[in-house]
């Protein structure tokens, strides 16, 4: 015990070594919903009812099952830790599950395309579940000071912005012009292939890497459904849950649609999606630097207020963007108010996942970081309904029957829908309260006694 102390310091863990996990963490998935809809329903024929239905299935499958898959997490005790034994075995298992669904033979048609499509799509979700309730989790627990937090969130934000312009504005170009065509589907199985192998060495690098604290682990069990009824009954966690989820939500719009975007909006080859994104992923790169000063000055909370407002407008913009250039010159914004979410988002669930332990003596950061992940999760029922509403209110079906207009079809869909849901987030992170920052004892296992309200930081 009297080592204890001074063997802490050697053992923590570099924060460039956690943040390189979320490249490896952001490769698949990015690639996944990026390209699903220009991979099954535009090039295969999936109708985009079949493709909304099975969108709604899976998203309430994966917003139920992430709860339990954090809080299976924070019971786990191994000599290993509680979070790296769920990264060793889920990170292999999301890259078979990608180069799977990427790999749908073309002569699938009808009910035998929709049931491939459903069983991958629902198993990729839930093994990146796994790996993000146990990596999402470390945070908190790896780095207790915000400065600290601030510093490796910004950099695990770098790299997933690196990852996002590889697996989003360079896989349009390998897909279909390195090792495909615009019209066919090997080159989506080969960089599958190449992305699941790079995350998965990424993956195993980071949590061999991860130091976890032996105190967080040593503490009996917590139980399921005690857990959960505390977590629904904190108002922090409809309240920061639900704006987090409006931003969310309205990104996950734009990584499914940006390629369609740039086919029918811009009428642009889909290779040219690289362009603007990466733009968009750039300056989201560069303003990581200047918003983590920002956080540093103003506080967590002014500044994720600040982004949303950003965030909001570029979507505006967007709208009106009428080729490549102009797209482009919105797409800076976009990445300014992104970058500003990036920064600050899982600041703000940070704070209340640190003031839930300091109330109730128990670190379950990863069933925690799931509940929130509900919200999340469920914006895939919000993307699939807002591309069925395209065949409602446009005629656009699939690439087989396109309708008459899908220009303006993928302009509100990636602009439109967006900026409405943002729109509402900024207004209501105006009016919330999150706690303030957790002092550094407040991040030690609490003495015996009965724990005190958590203070609140006032919307100013």
């Not at 908190?140 to 590889?166: K, S, T, W």
């Not at 505390?230 to 409006?246: E, T």
């Not at 733009?279 to 989201?284: A, G, K, R, T, Y």
Request: aromatic letters at 10%.
């Amino acid at each position: 015990m009297s080592q204890s102390g001074t063997a802490s310091a050697p053992g923590r863990t570099p924060a460039w070594r956690y943040a390189v996990g979320m490249f490896g963490t952001s490769i698949p998935i990015n690639m996944i919903k990026g390209s699903m809809i220009l991979f099954y329903v535009d090039i295969l024929g999936l109708d985009v009812r079949a493709y909304g239905v099975v969108m709604v299935i899976y998203a309430v499958i994966d917003a139920l099952d992430n709860p339990l898959l954090g809080h299976l997490s924070d019971r786990t005790r191994s000599r290993f830790g509680r979070r790296r034994p769920w990264l060793l075995v889920g990170a292999p298992m999301l890259a078979a599950c990608m180069i799977a669904f990427f790999s749908a033979p073309a002569s699938l048609q009808g009910a035998g395309l929709v049931l491939w499509f459903a069983v991958f799509a629902i198993l990729c979700e839930a093994f990146d579940s796994m790996l993000n309730a146990n990596y999402g989790a470390l945070l908190p627990e790896l780095y207790p000071q915000e400065r600290d937090r601030a510093v490796a969130n910004g950099l695990r934000q770098g790299f997933q912005l690196v990852a996002l312009v590889i697996s989003l504005a360079v896989t349009p170009l390998l897909t279909t012009g390195v090792f495909g065509t615009e019209e066919s589907t090997r080159g989506f199985q080969t960089t599958a292939i190449i992305y699941g192998a790079v995350a998965l060495v990424v993956i195993v690098f980071m949590a061999l890497g991860a130091r976890e604290r032996p105190r967080y682990s040593t503490r009996e069990r917590p139980l399921l459904l005690p857990s959960v009824w505390s977590i629904v009954r904190n108002p922090m966690f409809w309240s920061v849950g639900l704006i987090g989820a409006c931003y969310g939500t309205a990104m996950a719009l734009v990584l499914a649609g940006i390629q369609l975007y740039v086919r029918y909006s811009l009428g642009l080859p889909v290779g040219n999606a690289l362009y603007l994104q990466g733009i968009v992923i750039l300056v989201s790169a560069g303003g990581l630097v200047l918003w983590t000063r920002v956080v540093a000055r103003r506080g967590a909370l002014w500044t994720w207020r600040l982004a949303f407002a950003v965030l909001a407008v570029s979507f505006a913009a967007l709208f009106f963007a009428t080729d490549l250039v102009t797209a482009i010159a919105a797409g800076v914004l976009v990445g300014a108010g992104w970058s500003g979410m990036l920064a600050t988002n899982d600041l703000i669930v940070a704070r209340v996942l640190d003031a839930d332990a300091a109330r109730n003596g128990e670190h379950r950061e990863g069933l925690f970081l799931s509940a929130f992940g509900f919200f999340t999760r469920l914006n895939g029922i919000v993307t699939g309904l807002a591309l069925t509403s395209l065949g409602v209110f446009f005629g656009y079906n699939s690439g087989d029957d396109p309708g008459t207009d899908p220009g303006l079809a993928f302009r509100v869909y990636l602009c439109a829908y967006p900026f409405v849901l943002t729109t509402i987030g900024a207004v209501a992170a105006r009016l919330v309260s999150v706690p303030i920052e957790t002092p550094p004892e407040a991040a030690e296992p609490p003495l015996p006694g009965p724990g005190d309200e958590s203070a609140v930081e006032r919307p100013r």
